[in-house]
């Protein structure tokens, strides 16, 4: 965020803050007002997973066996883009640096990579399949490999120049639910489904995980977890009604954000100068707090049912 903090936050496609969830609906916000600016109908399932395409106009969302995009500049309420021929849940997604192609991660035991620049119906260019539902999907920051985590505990390197691939296993029988890497990577965080989170040092070309650190980050499920866009926090969010933020220089907590209304906290993401955290909810909020002060700024009301993913964009394009 820009300015003064929340009340700098402008509008137009730069600046947004996308919910979605169990009721079948995405939710455009003023980050700055709590005003609800859109909404945009997701009628075929839940949403698993939100992400702001790299030039900011467009939003991509996944759920049980598709995903959609939406325009963010639109008035129009429906998608205009389908990506189908998907079977089971699509758990994330995620975009090339440059926005020419996207990867997605499914219960149908696959990461999967769609060319964007084709023509329509777009189509899978590479899939990538795996032992177990995927629950995981990043991409290194050198755009070289997608990291791919799911139910069996495994993490999968899958090498794209080489379509090679190593495996990492931090914790025997423990479902991996998300993992994240710095923006420098640098840094790479994975936590599971027992409250772990578990950090590696990324080093080399192309890039070789060494064990880091071993939290214990919640005393029950954990959720998501992410890096600060200036790479000194980690954020973990848990079905103990909590988002927890760490210290990356000696991996302390930071900060417990915690409401008494808040459930599961399900997604979580940072403002691009890392003072400000949004976090969604199970009791159907979103919420902006100030990681400096640990204090709750807003609240974003509007959605019926629990929120499942958020996603945030205020960096100029």
Partial sequence: MSGDGPGG?????????VTGGYDHTIKLWQAHSGVCLRTMQHPDSQVNDLEITPNGQMVAACGYQHIRMYDLASANPDPVMNFEAITKNVSRVGFQENGQWMY?????????????????????????????????????PDQSQIMVGGQSGIIHIWDLKTDHNEQL?????????????DPSGKLMAAVNNKGSCYVWSLAGSPPRPAPRKHLRAHNKYALRCKFSPDSTMLVTTSGDCSARVWRTSDWSLLRELRHDAQRWVWDAAFSIDSHYLFTGSSDSYARLWDLEKGTLEREYCGHQKPITALAFRDQAV
């Fill in 9 to 17: 936050v402008g509008g137009g496609t730069q600046v947004a803050l």
């Fill in 169 to 181: 296993i931090p914790e025997a029988e423990a479902s991996i639910q998300d993992i994240a890497i």
């Fill in 104 to 140: 997605t991660g499914g219960e149908d035991c696959t990461a999967r990579i769609w060319d964007l620049r084709a023509g329509r119906p777009f189509q899978c260019q590479r899939i990538f399949e795996v032992p177990a539902p995927v629950n995981a999907v990043v991409l290194h």
